[in-house]
């Protein structure tokens, strides 16, 4: 089991960069895959970002592809989500969850949320 803490959330302007954080407990963080959600006010949560236990595989949504880039750290028990040229759209909710499985589609694990506002 894992548990999941966001941090790094916060008020942007339109364009600028931010990232947010995840920290996981335990001992088998490199046993996890990890991703990002986010959900916005009014619509249902949405997939931005995955890696997978090595660090190797990554896949991204369309949506932020070129300007999200989700990380790991092992040593930290970290993963991030680096967002540049953010936009108003992406205003949000954004999740860290954890599954043990590349190949499943649910994650099992999920944290609270950072609120992300990105203000035009």
């Known amino acids: 089991q894992v548990r999941l803490v966001e941090s790094g959330g916060g008020l942007v302007q339109d364009g600028d960069s931010l990232r947010i954080s995840c920290t996981a407990s335990g001992r088998t963080f490199s046993t996890y895959v990890m991703g990002w959600f986010r959900q916005a006010p009014g619509k249902e949560r949405e997939f931005v970002a995955a890696?997978?236990?090595?660090?190797?595989?990554?896949v991204t949504a369309n949506s932020v592809k070129g300007r999200f880039t989700i990380s790991r750290d092992h040593a930290k028990n970290m993963v991030y989500l680096q967002m540049n040229s953010l936009k108003s759209e992406d205003t949000a909710v954004y999740f860290c969850a954890a599954k043990s499985d590349w190949s499943t589609s649910e994650f099992e694990y999920w944290g609270q949320g950072t609120q992300v506002t990105v203000s035009s």
């Open positions: 890696m997978g236990r090595s660090g190797s595989s990554t």
